[in-house]
């Protein structure tokens, strides 16, 4: 049998019906009849269906949001967004009531800074450089003994060293032969004093007499002075009379001021001569304090201001005042050295004693402070959202100048004024809002401003 091309409306209406069902069934497919599939194969049916399809296609598309419940979006930073409406933005933020309450805005005041800022100081405990006894010999001699050591605490006039030196035992010879022939000069300027009042000698040997007893005397004073220079005391210049041979070599040195010994070099049997140091004694009833300020917390730091000091083992503060601020900056760690005293009356604090504190900054009657969650740090600079008065849905952005800032708060010199509402929690969300007009405006984000331009 010859096949013959028909086209559909040749079709008995009947038997096209069900093509279509055939078609348009959601079941299992189904074989059409064979002349029927030879109908279907012409030109005309395949150009039909195609159509049919495509529409099907396009409209799904274009009903895409409701079929769906989705919204077609576009990422701002992918977008060149060009400014439909030509009123210039003001840089104000529109927020309703509900939206305000569904984003949990929160406000409050600005208010003047009352407190003092505590400008946190790092440093380390020392001795008195000023008060520090360094004992050295004062003539060569060997040490027969010593009797401290290294964080003993000594008196005033207790034992440290004993000397014994040549030198010691001429200087106390030389001093007891001026003392005997000044002593002998001066009986025998009295004598002829006497004879002279009754003219029993001339009146040039008794001036000859009283010019001798002068040189004497002047020869007896070198020779004390020398012995007080190597420090003998009163009583050990007295008992020198007493000693004999190997005893006038010897002395005792001992310590010249109540404190501890922090460095001891002496040891018996060497030799030291006048420029050696043989321990070094530091009153320990009072230390020094060192702290670092750095270079931008200078113009802020000032004699007699107050410094709290605390030391890791103790729960109390020790206060002081800044009593030197050093002219120099360190240049490993562009800081400069500040200094206080303590007292130490139990001498339970040392030296060389990590400690930390903090410098009390009176407050300027200009600088304002703010919860430290209102503050927005956008690339280096820090803002601000206030709401604008009598316009509870109307919020502004503002550039501050941070002067201090602390876990809960932040100091700041300018951008709010006292009074206004500023936004606590929220701001996030109207800095992004912000960022979005911004770019609906300009086509792009504006520079950020740093609160140290």
Not at 2 to 10: F, L, N, P, W, Y
Not at 122 to 149: C, M, N, Q, W
Not at 254 to 270: C, F, K
Request: with cysteine; glycine share 6%.
């Amino acid at each position: 049998m010859q096949a013959t091309q028909t086209s559909v409306d040749d079709q008995n209406p009947n038997e096209a019906q069900e093509i279509l069902s055939n078609l348009s069934s959601d079941s299992q497919s189904q074989t059409l009849p064979s002349d029927s599939v030879k109908r279907a194969r012409k030109p005309g049916n395949g150009l039909l269906w195609l159509g049919m399809l495509s529409a099907i296609l396009a409209g799904a598309y274009y009903f895409r949001d409701e079929l769906f419940g989705t919204k077609h979006t576009q990422s701002t930073a992918s977008i060149e967004v060009v400014k439909k409406d030509p009123t210039p933005w003001n840089g104000i933020i529109e927020l309703s009531a509900q939206a305000q309450e569904s984003i949990g805005l929160s406000l409050t005041d600005v208010v003047a800074q009352t407190e003092p800022i505590l400008l946190p100081i790092l440093g380390t405990s020392s001795h008195d450089d000023t008060k520090l006894s360094k004992i050295a010999p004062l003539f060569k001699g060997r040490v027969e003994k010593v009797y401290v050591s290294v964080g003993d605490q000594v008196a005033q006039g207790q034992p440290l060293v004993d000397l014994y030196s040549a030198e010691l035992a001429q200087a106390k010879t030389n001093y007891e032969i001026e003392r005997s022939q000044w002593e002998y000069v001066h009986r025998l300027l009295e004598v002829r004093t006497q004879l002279r009042a009754s003219n029993a000698i001339s009146e040039q040997l008794l001036l000859d007499t009283q010019n001798d007893e002068l040189k004497q005397r002047h020869e007896y004073d070198i020779a004390l002075e020398k012995l007080i220079l190597y420090g003998l005391s009163d009583a050990e210049i007295t008992a020198v009379e007493q000693e004999k041979g190997a005893q006038r070599a010897r002395l005792t040195v001992r310590s010249p001021a109540n404190g501890i010994v922090i460095n001891r070099n002496a040891v018996t049997g060497n030799l030291y001569n006048e420029s050696d140091i043989m321990m070094v004694v530091a009153p320990n009833d009072h230390l020094w304090v060192w702290g670092n300020v750095f270079e931008y917390d200078l113009a802020r730091v000032h004699l007699g201001q107050k410094w709290d000091i605390k030391f890791g083992f103790r729960k109390d503060r020790i206060s002081g005042t800044i009593e030197y601020v050093s002219p120099n900056v360190d240049p490993q760690s562009h800081a400069v050295k500040i200094r206080t005293t303590i007292p130490n009356p139990d001498g339970s604090l040392k030296a060389d004693m990590l400690v930390d504190g903090y410098l009390q900054i009176q407050p300027e009657p200009n600088y304002v402070s703010i919860p430290r969650l209102a503050m927005i740090v956008v690339d280096g600079g820090c803002f601000a959202f206030t709401r604008l008065p009598n316009e509870p849905g109307k919020f502004q952005r503002h550039l501050v100048h941070v002067v201090h800032e602390r876990e809960d708060h932040v100091i700041l010199k300018d951008g709010v004024a006292i009074g206004e509402k500023v936004v606590v929690i929220g701001g996030l969300i109207l800095q992004q809002l912000y960022e979005e007009n911004e770019v609906l405006a300009h086509g792009h984000l504006a520079r950020t401003p740093s609160d140290r331009d």
